[in-house]
Each structure stands twice: as structure tokens, then as C-alpha cells.
């Protein structure tokens, strides 16, 4: 069985569906409290959404110190899958792991409602199983979710790739940055996900557990999952198991 | 050596061209109040904190870390540390 992690900080409050989502997409999930410096052998780990440490002092700033990060770090560093949806990318983008920052949304409201994105890439392990390329229907639920990293950093995510999803209309074409409702947050260049350049960090804003089975309205999301599960059950049966070597317990 | 303790105040603030939507809420509040002429309005926080250290440049440093760290995200904002008064540890 396929053992992902779901990390549980004060405050997560995605961290039940997530866990469900990833039995529903076929792994064994795990819950890791964020006080553990273990992270119990999982072979994948993901962040969910919610509001660790009450989002004080600003959105993921906090957990991003705790004892399990550190070891979500090394093993991240040792090359193993992590994903973090919304507040997960918050902690993310604050721990380095992904490029960017996640600022108050434009329209400064807090945000509850399904979006519409899109898949840059289809070859990575958070996409290669969602399907053709076509809008992905999903709820957000934030209200910090402003894709921000200054031009230059923009150019070369697009260079090179790491540029996972995008807000698009429902004919797929990416959406504006200002005042185009499909962008929600006003995110710069539409950009509702993005990935390291290794490809195996990745985070979004959107919740692909909120819309992984028909009963919630969209199973759009379960693809995202899926293509996680599958890609970590791949490299174990390949032998790549990372590990969190070298963290101090 | 004995340490003095030094209260600093640590104020962030969005860097210059970074959106900041609190900044333009509050600035497009300021015309119901019957205010005009007031542009730039931008919303930061500021953060108090006292060290502990033998000296004052060395309890900067301390604050400098901190704020670098942890207070700041030094992407998105600036920070700047201002002292505010320095004592016996344990005053307040």
C-alpha cells in the first residue's frame, strides 16, 4: 500500500477530507502531527488546507518552524513527492520549497467558491493522471491567494516549466490578472499553482480534495490525487524511497 | 560582562510596487470620512520586542535575524528595527 502523509497542524482544518481524498484516490493515508519530527515512513507527504498556527503573523509563517517541516524539508531535499493545497502552499512558499509568495487577495475579500484551472504540464506527478487538458472544476478558500514573485522570477517559471495550473474561463483560455472574475485573487499571470524546479514540490490554491468524489459536485480533483498516488507507488516499486537522513530527532 | 536588555521595535511594511490591498481598502475608505489629498497609503505591522545582549549592536543583530527570519518575508516586505530604549534586564 501506498503510505502518504497529511500533515496536522493547529489549525488544519482540510486535513480529514484530505486524508479521505487519498484513501478515495488509493493510498494509505497517514496523519503526522506537526510536534513529530518522524515523518512514520510515509513515501509521500502532503500539506493540507486551513489555518496552522491561527495564519499569525502571516499565512504559513509559523508551521513552517515546527518539527515536522524540518523533516518535510530533508525530505523534499532527498528528492520525495510533497504537495500542499492552499494553506500547504502557504507554508510552502514560506519554507523556500516553492518559488513565490501568497499575498492578500486583490479583491480583498475571503473566497469560498469552485474555480475553474487548468494544467500546464500533463508529464508531472501531480498531473500526468488528470486527464486531457481541459478546465479542472474545483472550490478555493482563502484569502490570501495572490500568486506574487517579481517579473524575473515569473519569466523563468515559464521558461522552465514550473508553472503547474493556471485560473482559466471555461473555454480553457487563461484568465486576467485584474478584474477577470475567473482569477479570484488577482493571482500575477493567472497562476493558481507552481512546482520547484526538481518537480517534486509542488503547491495550489484550489482544494482537489473538495472535488474528488461525484457526491461533492466535482470529481475534478481526484485526478490531482490520483496522479500523486500512482506517481508515488511508481518510484517505490523503482526503488526511490526517499528518506529524511540526516534530521535530528 | 552584565547584559542590558534593548526594546526594539521591528516595522514591516510591503516593499515599494508590491500590491497591498489593505493599503488601497484604507485609502479608498479615507473620502467617506471627508478626507482629501492623502495617497499612499500603506498597511504594515509593527512588531516589539525586547534582547537581551552585551551590546547594543550585538542585540541588533539578534533583532536583524529575527526580523529577516521570521517577522519579515523579505520577498514581499522590508523591515526596519528602531530602538527604542535599553535597562536593566528584567525592567520593563
Given at each position: 500500500m501506498t503510505r502518504i502523509g497529511v500533515v496536522v497542524f493547529?489549525?488544519?482544518?482540510?486535513?480529514t477530507d484530505t486524508l479521505h481524498g487519498l484513501e478515495v484516490a488509493g493510498a494509505e493515508p497517514v496523519a503526522l502531527w506537526h510536534e513529530q519530527a518522524s515523518l512514520d515512513g510515509v513515501q509521500a507527504v502532503v500539506l493540507p488546507g486551513g489555518f496552522a498556527y491561527g495564519d499569525y503573523?502571516?499565512?504559513g509563517v509559523i508551521a513552517r518552524f515546527s518539527p515536522i517541516m524540518r523533516s518535510v524539508s530533508a525530505f523534499a531535499a532527498a528528492g520525495g513527492l510533497v504537495l500542499g493545497i492552499c494553506n500547504g502552499f502557504q507554508v510552502l512558499a514560506e519554507a523556500g520549497l516553492v518559488p513565490g509568495a501568497l499575498l492578500r487577495n486583490r479583491g480583498l475579500r475571503f473566497l469560498g467558491r469552485d474555480v475553474l484551472i487548468s494544467a500546464e504540464r500533463n508529464d508531472t506527478a501531480f498531473t500526468w493522471l488528470s486527464g486531457e487538458r481541459r478546465p479542472l472544476r474545483m472550490p478555493v478558500a482563502h484569502g490570501e491567494g495572490c500568486y506574487f514573485a517579481d517579473d524575473e522570477t515569473l519569466d523563468q517559471l515559464e521558461r522552465d516549466g514550473q508553472v503547474l495550473f493556471r485560473y482559466v474561463h471555461a473555454d480553457g483560455t487563461r484568465a486576467g490578472e485584474v478584474g477577470d472574475p475567473a482569477n479570484p485573487n488577482g493571482s500575477l499571470r493567472a497562476i493558481a499553482g507552481v512546482m520547484n524546479a526538481a518537480g517534486n514540490v509542488a503547491g495550489l490554491m484550489p482544494h482537489p480534495e473538495r472535488a474528488a468524489e461525484a457526491v461533492l459536485g466535482s470529481e475534478d480533483g481526484l485526478g490531482i490525487l490520483r496522479s500523486l498516488v500512482e506517481a508515488t507507488r511508481r518510484r517505490a516499486a523503482e526503488g526511490i524511497v526517499p528518506t529524511v537522513a540526516g534530521v535530528v530527532r | 560582562m552584565s547584559a542590558i536588555a534593548y526594546r526594539f521595535a521591528v516595522n514591516v511594511t510591503p516593499?515599494?510596487?508590491i500590491l497591498d490591498p489593505?493599503?488601497?481598502a484604507v485609502e479608498a475608505s479615507l473620502g467617506h470620512?471627508?478626507?482629501v489629498g492623502v495617497s499612499g497609503v500603506r498597511v504594515g505591522r509593527r512588531i516589539e520586542l525586547t534582547v537581551e545582549a552585551a551590546s547594543e549592536e550585538a542585540a541588533r543583530g539578534v533583532a536583524g535575524r529575527l526580523a529577516a527570519e521570521l517577522l519579515a518575508n523579505p520577498l514581499i516586505e522590508a523591515h526596519e528595527i528602531v530602538l527604542l530604549g535599553s535597562g536593566a534586564p528584567g525592567a520593563r
Open positions: 493547529p489549525g488544519s482544518n482540510c486535513d503573523l502571516r499565512a | 516593499k515599494p510596487g489593505q493599503g488601497r470620512l471627508g478626507i
